[in-house]
Each structure stands twice: as C-alpha cells, then as structure tokens.
C-alpha cells in the first residue's frame, strides 16, 4: 500500500503513437483542468490530463487521486473523453478499448466493465452523468469517469511494491496503443535521463579541478 501521494514533483505523461501518423497533436498539462463531467467526489483539477488527436482519434485522458472523505482511503480516479475536440464521435460508436494498468503487472483492467461509471458528455454537470454499465451509458455520451480505492486496485493487480505508476491506455481495433497517460503515485521521482545527463555535465568541470589539485600534491 502506497504511503505517500508524489503530487507535481513525480507525475509524467506517456504517449504512445503509432508510427504513421505523424500529423497527431499532443497537450500534456500537469495538473490540468478537463473538457468533461467530473464524477461525485472527482476534482475538477487533476493531476495529469493529456489531450491527443491525430488521424486515428481524439481523446482526453486523467488520472488523479483523491481520499475518499468517507472512509478516508485513497482512491485513483480516471476520466475518458473520446471526443473533447467536439467533431461528433461517442463512445458507442468507436472501435476503441480503455485499459488501466499498473507497474509491470501483466493484468489488463478494462474499465468499460466497472458497473458504475458515470457517463456523460461535456456539458454535463458535476456529479450529474448517468451512473451505469458501458453498453447502456455509452449510447450518445462521450465521458465517462470513476473512481477506484488503491485497495482495490491493489488486489485486482497484484501491486506490492512503492512506488506504482498507473497507465491509463487507449487501444486502437487493431490492438495496438494509440494514446496513453501516466501517473506515478508513491516513493520519490525518477529523474529523466535529460535530466541526469544535464546534471553530469555541471559536476564535470569540478571533477576536473580536483584531478588537478590532486596532481599538483
């Protein structure tokens, strides 16, 4: 179980595109406020949005997490919106599968099977999207939003180590990943190679110095 939440120093957004398509446009904001319904108890600022669309679709996807002021347990909450750029697609008539994953578990949650999901489109108010499976609360809808406890998810994927990075993964017909966000929940962050290369280069010049002093002596 996560004992701590890393929120702005350890969040990251990953996309995964495929090769063809060049033309595709992506928006990472960190945190981010959604084009969307916010479910009873979501924030209308999450943690992580990542707005995509290219020639095989438009999303919006977001991961955040809260503590539910019910019980007090941590929850990760996820939203989905197919069509933020409002060019007419919805959720019953795309071809796509919404995935959420963890670390390197090999379990696969697909979250159109989570009964109560709140279904909407962007003018839907907070807490106001029809609560209900996906065949029935997808038909002419473009959101859909929930929340999960760690608890939870913990069990569903076999999660035992700190920190968890959770993935929120958008599948094309053809299975492959089109779009994807992640948020890295626990532990402290991992700096990006960049970010490492960059630090080596400015601690070169005093490794130098003390080379030399050491030759001098």
């Known amino acids: 179980m996560m004992k701590l939440i890393a929120t702005g120093t350890a969040l990251t957004a990953l996309i995964a595109l495929p090769l063809s398509n060049a033309s595709a446009a992506i928006t990472t904001q960190d945190p981010g406020t959604v084009t969307a319904i916010y479910g009873t108890g979501n924030p209308n600022t999450w943690a992580q949005v990542t707005t995509y669309s290219g020639a095989d679709g438009n999303f919006q996807l977001a991961l955040n997490t809260h503590i539910n002021p019910n019980n007090g347990n941590l929850n990760l909450d996820f939203s989905v919106n197919v069509d933020p750029a409002n060019l007419g697609g919805t959720l019953a008539t795309d071809p796509y599968t919404y995935l959420l994953l963890a670390n390197n578990s090999s379990t696969q949650l697909n979250l159109a099977l989570i009964g109560d999901n709140q279904y909407g489109i962007s003018t ?15 038909i002419g809808n473009t959101i859909f939003q929930n929340s ?70």
Not at 126 to 131: A, E, R
Not at 163 to 190: I, K, M, Y
């Open 148 to 217: 999960e406890s760690f608890k939870t998810l913990d069990t569903i994927f076999g999660v035992t180590t700190d920190p968890t990075s959770f993935t929120l993964e958008v599948v094309g017909a053809n299975g492959s990943p089109v779009a994807s966000d992640v948020l890295r929940v626990g532990g402290s962050p991992v700096p990006e190679p960049t970010t490492v290369f960059a630090g080596a280069m400015m601690l070169l010049p005093l490794g130098i110095g003390a080379i030399r002093k050491l030759r001098n002596k």
């Open 124 to 138: 839907t108010g907070n807490g106001q999207g029809l609560k209900a499976i996906f065949t029935v609360g997808s």
